[in-house]
């Protein structure tokens, strides 16, 4: 079966610090890698990663991922209150079984003032 | 219109109600699931509608039962719901084969 990990589960840093989180995966065939954040209730978008290599930027935001070694990461620089959340990243599938995500476990990002 | 639209926001149903959950999109997406999400843990996947047609069931049990009446338009009917089915109801959209998934803000169903 497909697996997703996220390392660390939690963070807790203060404003202004630097943060990378990972997202490791063993999956044989899929189609892109996802980016979530969630706070209270839906997910909101962040990227959408296919190529190996290419870094996606919005922001103090960044994410790469490395098809070799089987892993992305998500960079935020500067951070603010704001950005605690879970943050998730989910493989899409390829194939036929579009839709059926495969989501890590997601890391809990505490910012504090 | 970027948005997925659920409602109600929130809902307290007996374990004996019958209650339907909302979800409605405006995107052109032909693509629309609902997830579960517990407290904590990763949205899982219940339903996957393809073309207004059920193409994965994830196994969910039978008090729950969807319904895509039309391309903008998604349903879950709830039954004889248990305590343990508490949790945020997510329902999401996309193009068929495309990873632009757009979720909704949630249904965050109680079970009493």
């Known amino acids: 079966e497909d697996k997703v990990v996220q390392s660390p589960l939690s963070l807790v840093v203060h404003e202004g610090d630097t943060v990378t989180l990972n997202c490791s995966y063993e999956?044989?065939?899929?189609?892109?890698l996802l980016w979530y954040k969630q706070e209270k209730k839906a997910p909101t978008f962040l990227f959408m990663l296919?190529?190996?290599?290419i870094e996606k930027k919005s922001g103090r935001l960044s994410s790469i991922l490395d098809k070799k070694e089987l892993f992305s990461i998500l960079n935020i620089t500067a951070t603010q209150t704001g950005d605690s959340a879970i943050y998730l990243c989910?493989?899409?599938?390829?194939?036929?079984?579009?839709?059926?995500?495969?989501f890590g476990q997601g890391t809990i990002l505490t910012v504090h003032p | 219109d970027t948005e997925v639209t659920q409602t109600p926001k929130h809902l307290v149903m007996g374990m004996t109600n019958k209650k339907s959950l909302k979800c409605e999109q405006h995107?052109?997406?032909?693509?629309m699931y609902w997830y579960k999400q517990k407290a904590k843990k990763p949205p899982e996947l219940m339903f996957v509608?393809?073309?207004?047609?059920?193409?994965i069931n994830e196994s969910v049990p039978s008090r729950f039962s969807p319904e895509c009446p039309n391309s903008s338009l998604l349903n879950l009917h709830l039954h004889a719901l248990q305590p343990e089915d508490s949790a945020l109801y997510l329902c999401?959209?996309?193009?068929?084969?495309?990873?632009?998934?757009?979720f909704g803000s949630g249904t965050r169903l109680t079970v009493v």
């Open positions: 296919t190529s190996s290599g």
């Open positions: 989910a493989l899409v599938p390829g194939g036929t079984s579009y839709g059926k995500l495969t």
């Open positions: 509608y393809s073309y207004e047609k059920l193409s």
């Open positions: 999401a959209s996309s193009q068929v084969r495309d990873s632009g998934y757009t």
């Open positions: 995107m052109g997406h032909r693509a």
């Open positions: 999956v044989t065939n899929f189609r892109s």
